[in-house]
């Protein structure tokens, strides 16, 4: 697929589940809401905390280290101390394969 990178199978991320992974050398958390695979930045616009080791509820990610939270379809951030959106990553499944687009 044209710009885009194979980054996981579909059964490797179960719904309300979350994965970390590589696209073009950048961290990219990829997180199902109810079947639907979304994917945004993994390091927190904050001060860099790993969202893949937070907490998804719906499709709200909550970072670990400060309690910023991002909607996990559009990257805007629902609540600091964070203000600056998380990039949102285009994801398309073929078959099984999840890919994303490269940024």
Do not use: R, Y
């Amino acid at each position: 697929m044209e710009g885009f990178e194979k980054v996981a199978e579909t059964s490797e991320v179960p719904a309300g589940g979350m994965k970390v992974v590589k696209v073009a050398g950048t961290d990219v958390l990829l997180a199902n809401v109810q079947g639907e695979l979304c994917a945004i930045g993994n390091k927190c616009t904050h001060v860099g905390g790993p969202l893949g080791k937070g907490k998804l509820d719906g499709s709200v990610v909550t970072c670990p280290w400060h309690g910023s939270k991002f909607d996990v379809k559009t990257g805007a951030v629902i609540a600091g101390p964070a203000v600056k959106p998380e990039p949102a990553f285009q994801v398309k499944v073929e078959n099984s394969a999840v890919w994303i687009k490269k940024p």
